[in-house]
Nanobody
Framework: QVQLVESGGGLVQAGNSLRLSCAAS????MGWFRQAPGKEREFVAA????????DYADSVKGRFTISRDNAKNTVYLQMNSLKPEDTAVYYC???????????????????WGQGTQVTVSS
């Protein structure tokens, strides 16, 4: 059983930065997803167990960076140049069957955190 706890969300102005953390990450591929009101949960970023492979949604590429510290069992999402359209609840997820591959599909991830709210004001 993998228990994930996100933190670091909050209210920021457009153009500013936030760093999300996900404690107790699994020994596997990890991902970040987000869900805005009235929208489907969407893929944001993923990272392999070693950290050697990453993947990003086009909407965040160049602005967000996913990383992990396996010694601390923590995955991070550094979010720079935030935009109002980044406003959403952000979820950390673990794909327990994957270690090398990174995936974007929600069904690949079998453990989820409770989410942390990120609000970007214009």
């Amino acid at each position: 059983q993998v228990q994930l706890v996100e933190s670091g969300g909050g209210l920021v102005q457009a153009g500013n930065s936030l760093r999300l953390s996900c404690a107790a990450s699994g020994h596997c591929t990890m991902g970040w997803f987000r869900q805005a009101p009235g929208k489907e949960r969407e893929f944001v970023a993923a990272i392999s167990w070693s950290g050697g492979k990453t993947d990003y949604a086009d909407s965040v590429k160049g602005r967000f960076t996913i990383s992990r510290d396996n010694a601390k069992n923590t995955v991070y999402l550094q979010m720079n140049s935030l935009k109002p359209e980044d406003t959403a609840v952000y979820y950390c997820a673990a794909a327990s069957a994957l270690r090398v591959a990174v995936r974007r599909e929600r069904y690949e991830y079998d453990y989820w955190g409770q989410g942390t709210q990120v609000t970007v004001s214009s």
